[in-house]
């Protein structure tokens, strides 16, 4: 069951920041937060705030991979999950915008044909996968365009175990997609997949675990491109 949650495209808090850095290559997922999960929009150690029209769609799926409800909160900069005791998985869609650098060295939230003096514009589009119980048997979901898929429900293992995964772009295996295994606290050491899309990781932490493919790809428009990046997430309770 699909829960839309907002059609337009994110504007307004993200605003404030933009003359000082491009964020459009955060990723997003979801995190604990003030006795909250809530999704995360950032890399690394840091995040930001963002307009929950950014967040496009949110799906839920149960124990089972049977579609369910689920329950989001909109705050002001963010939203929240309201999870039970059944949920198994979500799927966010979240579409940043546009992020045109200038010839000055500024980037404006805008389109190319918008901004005076553009030099490149990039389209921000990204996906998340979260496993909230360890009771789900994986599998590919039929409509997320890019997403990595667990063999094993990483809910079940503990921090240092290895797992494979597998990356898909469109439903096909995506060979040598440019992976990174650790979103939160290793964000620079970048892999690949092999040539059937597979990859061995390991599990970071005993908590929140991240794990990213990010590419970019051109646009029928020469001067846009769009950057993707979809992440598996998952939260590994300490025992």
Known sequence: MKKAIGLAL?????????????????????????????LVLGEGPGNNAYDPSCVTMV??????????????????DHISFAAGDELGVTTTFFDYGYFTKTTDGKTVN???????????TT???K???????????????????MQIVPSVNPL????????????????KPMAHAPLITDVINDLTNESKTDANGRATVTVSANGL???????????????TQIKYFSSLSFIIEPE
Not at 156 to 171: S, W
């Open 123 to 125: 389209h921000a589009v």
């Open 10 to 38: 994110c504007a307004g808090l993200i605003a404030g920041g933009l003359g000082a850095t491009d964020v459009s290559a955060h990723g997003v997922f979801v995190a604990n937060s003030l006795d909250q999960r809530v």
């Open 156 to 171: 079940t293992l503990r921090k240092g175990d290895t797992f494979e995964i597998r990356v898909y772009k469109d439903g």
């Open 127 to 145: 996906y998340n996968v979260n496993y909230w119980s360890a009771d789900v048997k994986p599998g590919y979901i039929y409509n997320v365009p």
């Open 59 to 76: 799906e839920g799926y149960d124990k089972a991979f049977r579609p369910m409800p689920v329950e989001v909160v909109r705050h002001a």
């Open 209 to 223: 675990n991240v794990i990213g493919v990010e590419i970019a790809y051109p646009t029928d428009d020469p001067n």
């Open 110 to 120: 805008l389109p190319f044909a918008q901004v005076p003096n553009a030099k490149k």
